[in-house]
């Protein structure tokens, strides 16, 4: 039985600006459960990116907090590891390098042995033992990723946050990529916190969608549990009803419940009216 682990508590947060505070979160709830996987959805500008920074100590909230098996969040550490959107590999080092910076940190002190066997672990969950002295010029976008996420892996984190982690990348690869991370969370049964605006994607990895409500003063909208089954085929559940209507609720919750509409700008408005006034012109010379 999975034990709640992860807690936000009544969390807002203020960034100052020239006209006063600003107000990006407010009173965000929320129970993380020990193995879980969960994704943040929402519209831009809604916080998400604020949420996992706040979890992952690289931003402090204004009000609540954050604790995490007992202590409280307040910087970042080795059991909150981070997946950015950008790969973040360091050009002029190899792809084992890249990794074995992050396991030298978890594993100061061991034998070099040990350190290259759990480097050479974390490159085979992800499948990319075979491109271990390559460059990172030398891989796709999606071999990069992986390797960041092995990277984050190698840390043994408490939690894995990942921000967009496959938003960069082809349908083919992110299809790839999902497959991967869905067998590394089986085979670990690590606690993962996800940013993504796909909705597909929220409904196909997560245990859990937790749903922002527009900006600002951004809070928890709605958390919708997905229950489906255990490995999960994404061929399978194109067609299944349970599947399609967890779709459904999110698409509504996002469309419907949370319409956004941008700001139309005024000045771009009469400048759009004015091309076309004068293209009428020249039509009619």
């Excluded at 993962?192 to 796909?198: A, E, K, P």
Aim: glycine share 8%; with cysteine.
């Amino acid at each position: 039985m999975m034990s709640k682990h992860l807690e936000l508590t009544q969390v807002g947060i203020d960034f100052p600006t020239p006209k006063g505070a600003f107000t990006a979160l407010q009173e965000v709830n929320l129970r993380i459960n020990k193995g879980e996987f969960i994704s943040l959805i929402g519209h831009s500008g809604c916080g998400k990116s604020t949420v996992l920074n706040i979890v992952a100590g690289l931003l402090n909230a204004t009000r609540g907090g954050v604790i995490l098996d007992g202590a409280e969040v307040t910087q970042p550490g080795p059991e909150r590891a981070v997946v950015f959107q950008n790969h973040s590999l360091l050009p002029w080092l190899s792809v084992y390098k890249n990794v074995e910076l992050a396991v030298k940190q978890t594993l100061r002190g061991k034998p070099k042995k040990q350190i290259r066997e759990w480097v050479m672990h974390n490159l085979e969950l992800v499948h990319m033992t075979h491109a271990s002295d390559k460059l990172p010029a030398e891989i796709s976008g999606g071999m990069k990723q992986r390797v960041g996420i092995a990277r984050a892996l190698a840390m043994e984190p408490k939690v894995l946050l990942m921000d967009e982690p496959f938003g960069a990348l082809d349908a083919l690869t992110r299809a790839h990529l999902q497959d991967s991370v869905m067998e590394i969370h089986a085979q670990l049964g690590n606690t993962v916190i996800m940013i993504t605006h796909d909705v597909d994607e929220a409904v196909l990895l997560s245990d859990r969608i937790v749903m922002m409500t527009n900006g600002p003063a951004a809070t928890v909208g709605e958390v919708l549990p997905i229950e489906l089954a255990r490995p999960r085929d994404r061929l399978a559940l194109a067609d299944n009803p349970t599947y399609n209507h967890y779709r459904h609720q999110v698409l509504t919750f996002l469309y419907e419940k949370q319409k956004k509409i941008e700001p139309v700008n005024a000045k771009q408005t009469a400048a759009n009216k004015a091309c076309s006034a004068k293209g009428k012109k020249i039509d009619a010379a």
